[in-house]
């Protein structure tokens, strides 16, 4: 289900990213991106693991912070 969502979004990033920096540094950019956030999330999930979390509330917390930024982000662009 993923894929249905970042394979229109790649498409994207390449029509706009060939228009400035070139489609393979912005998918350059969004790779360094992505990774750095996956690695920082395996951080916190480690990390609540470790401390004795139950699984389902780690995720339900990670569902909580992904809403939270989407909105942000929604909200940010709405202003700008």
């Not at 790649?10 to 969004?30: T, Y």
């Amino acid at each position: 289900m993923g894929g249905f969502f970042v394979v229109p979004l790649n498409a994207l990033l390449q029509e706009r990213g060939k228009k400035s920096v070139g489609a393979g540094n912005a998918i350059a950019v969004q790779n360094l991106g992505e990774n750095s956030a996956m690695l920082l999330m395996l951080g916190i999930y480690s990390l609540a693991v470790m401390i004795g979390i139950p699984v389902v509330p780690i995720g339900i917390g990670f569902g909580a912070l992904f809403a939270l930024a989407i909105t942000a982000l929604w909200i940010w662009q709405r202003r700008h």
